[in-house]
């Protein structure tokens, strides 16, 4: 007679032992949680660097509370004739809620912006090297944001909701024409070749109208000069409310078709094999990339190497689906343009770099050093 071996493993005889986790799912969850305490601790620190460096931050969280709460005016306080110690209390707290907070959030806004187009782009065009601005789209912001200057006559400086309103959307409308127009001359997107070629002469040609607009207009060249260098000094509340309104349908929109994006990712046959309409999927995913795309540029200027860093920092980390690379990109680029615009506050305070030079130059300093580490 035999005896049969106990079962060890706790399972009946021929069922297959339970999955193990997805850990690139489980690596994605803990990316995701510590790129979101990373923000959190940037965005206090951010908050606490001023003209004279960084502030304890202690003092800065309650001055900022205080003007939260509206505890305290600085113009009654004008008014009144009060001390001056609770004066300068009170407009330290001010400054904190009016400047430091909504310049804080307009660059995570912006970041994630970027970070999200970046992903969109890549995968879009399946090129790894894809950038929001690849397509014209910043020169045609850039020349939307310029006419409506000339024409208008308003300043990027402006917090009233309308004209921040318009000038999102004159960088929207001249994103999606550049874009559209790139597509036109590289007969779409299958030869990659043809769309970069196009791509740079949309972008030269459209920037060399914007330098036009400039030159007849010559009242908007200081505007337009912090424009180009890129800056979230002007970012106010209206601008915060605008990204984050603009930020959450471009965001659901992406990760809705994140499986096109999959589908794409092996090929065109492939996509088509699997009955998807491409068509109509690359039109929402394109409007997506100029939304975004526009919507960053029109509030914060041109900020470099932003939405090509992050997909690229996230791929590093973890391989998953575009699903999960769509939300960690945007994380990714918030913290990558909070960290930058941190940086440029306070390095050289009370002077400030333009942060966009700073991101180009961080921005090419990582490449390079991608390039020579892919070489070895």
């Known amino acids: 007679m035999s005896l049969a071996h106990p079962n060890t493993s706790g399972t009946a005889a021929g069922t297959p032992p339970a999955p193990r986790p997805d850990t690139g799912a489980r690596r994605a969850a803990w990316l995701g949680l510590a790129l979101v305490v990373l923000a959190a601790g940037l965005g206090?620190?951010?908050?606490?660097?001023?003209?004279?460096?960084?502030?304890?931050?202690?003092?800065?969280?309650?001055?900022?509370?205080s003007a939260a709460w509206g505890v305290g005016d600085p113009a009654a306080a004008l008014a009144d004739g009060t001390t001056s110690a609770p004066m300068e209390s009170q407009i330290s707290a001010q400054i904190v809620w009016d400047i430091r907070a909504p310049r804080t959030l307009g660059a995570l806004l912006a970041g994630?912006?970027?970070?999200?187009?970046?992903?969109?782009?890549?995968?879009?065009?399946?090129?790894?090297?894809?950038d929001p601005f690849l397509l014209g789209s910043a020169s045609g912001a850039t020349l939307g944001v310029a006419l409506a200057l000339s024409?208008?006559?308003?300043?990027?400086m402006t917090t009233n909701w309308v004209i921040k309103l318009g000038l999102t959307g004159a960088a929207f409308v001249g994103a999606v024409l550049a874009v559209l127009l790139t597509l036109m001359l590289a007969k779409g997107v299958q030869h990659t070749l043809r769309l970069l070629l196009a791509g740079v002469v949309v972008g030269v040609v459209l920037g060399a109208f914007s330098s036009l607009v400039t030159l007849l207009s010559p009242d908007i060249l200081q505007a337009m000069q912090g424009f180009m260098l890129g800056s979230t000094g002007f970012v106010g509340w209206a601008a915060v409310g605008i990204m984050a309104c603009v930020w959450l349908p471009c965001v659901a929109v992406a990760l809705a078709f994140a499986r096109v994006l999959d589908g794409l990712s092996l090929g065109e046959a492939t996509a088509a094999s699997l009955g998807l309409p491409l068509g109509a999927l690359r039109v929402a995913l394109v409007a997506v990339l100029a939304l975004a795309t526009g919507t960053a540029?029109?509030?914060?200027?041109?900020?470099?190497?932003v939405g090509l860093a992050a997909p690229h920092l996230v791929r590093s980390a973890v391989k998953t689906t575009h699903g999960r690379l769509l939300a960690l990109s945007s994380l990714m680029g918030g913290v990558?343009?909070?960290?930058?615009?941190?940086?440029?506050?306070?390095?050289?305070?009370?002077?400030?770099?333009?942060v966009g030079v700073l991101t180009a130059v961080l921005g090419g300093g990582y490449l390079l050093w991608l390039m020579h580490r892919r070489a070895g």
């Open 151 to 156: 024409l208008l006559g308003v300043s990027p």
């Open 297 to 305: 540029v029109a509030q914060t200027g041109l900020i470099a190497f």
């Open 44 to 65: 206090v620190v951010s908050l606490a660097v001023g003209s004279t460096g960084v502030e304890p931050v202690f003092q800065v969280l309650g001055q900022l509370l």
């Open 112 to 130: 994630a912006l970027l970070g999200l187009a970046g992903a969109v782009a890549q995968g879009l065009f399946r090129n790894p090297l894809a």
């Open 336 to 354: 990558l343009l909070l960290l930058a615009d941190t940086l440029a506050r306070g390095v050289l305070a009370p002077q400030e770099l333009p």
